[in-house]
């Protein structure tokens, strides 16, 4: 399973403001909590948004099929001796 750019982004985003919680005032924490929470938050809902794409067409399986068909490609020209011009 592949997770994309963008909730790894905001899990990262969510670690930092977690670890930046210890040396922040004590007033102030909130702040990192918030944003730890909303960055967790973005980072669900993009994974879960990630998930719901459709990844193949109804044709997909029949191209693919089509391509592993395909003659493989020709080789180098063949010489025919040729008759020479009278």
């Known amino acids: 399973m592949r997770i ?9 985003l969510a670690v930092i403001c977690l ?9 102030y924490r909130w702040v990192n909590l918030f944003a ?4 967790m938050f973005w980072a669900v809902m993009l994974f879960l948004e990630e998930r719901a794409l459709v990844r193949w067409s109804p044709g997909a399986k029949d191209a693919a099929a089509r391509r592993a ?16 011009p009278l």
């Open 19 to 27: 670890v930046l919680l210890e040396p922040t005032p004590a007033e």
């Open 69 to 84: 068909q395909r003659p493989s490609a020709p080789g180098p020209p063949s010489v025919t001796p040729r008759e020479p």
């Open 4 to 12: 994309g750019r963008r909730p790894l982004f905001f899990t990262a």
């Open 36 to 39: 730890a929470g909303l960055a």
